[in-house]
């Protein structure tokens, strides 16, 4: 599967950006799909992950109540609305897929796309 992430942006601190991940492959619902986030220097952290029906999610308590996944499998994409929005939020995002059973860490998923940049200014 193919991973095409977009939505990135700049945006002023307690604004609001969605991101878009669109995949390609016919099975691409039965994938796990997870948001995880790099800032400079660094490592990629875990943002959330949302289970192939959409019925399961989990968050970082550092995005709790601020971010939001879903997914639309007729469409093969994955979005994650991000509401107030911190500068400690800046970095690039990253979606990935998984054919298992998904998790926290980026070792967990299979198939990566390339990032989208997200600033937030304070």
């Known amino acids: 599967v193919q991973l095409q992430a977009s939505g990135g942006g700049l945006v002023q601190s307690g604004g609001s950006l969605r991101l878009s991940c669109a995949a390609s492959g016919s099975t691409w619902s039965s994938y796990v799909m997870g948001w995880f986030r790099q800032a400079p220097g660094k490592e990629r952290e875990f943002v959330t992950y949302?289970?192939?029906?959409?019925?399961?999610?989990s968050y970082a308590d550092s995005v709790t109540g601020r971010f939001t996944i879903s997914r639309d499998n007729a469409k093969n994409t994955v979005y994650l609305q991000m509401n107030s929005l911190k500068p400690e939020d800046t970095a690039v995002y990253y979606c990935?897929?998984?054919?298992?059973?998904?998790?926290?860490?980026?070792?967990?998923?299979?198939?990566w796309g390339q990032g989208t940049q997200v600033t937030v200014s304070s």
């Open positions: 990935a897929a998984d054919k298992e059973f998904g998790g926290v860490r980026p070792s967990e998923y299979d198939y």
């Open positions: 949302i289970s192939r029906s959409g019925g399961t999610t």
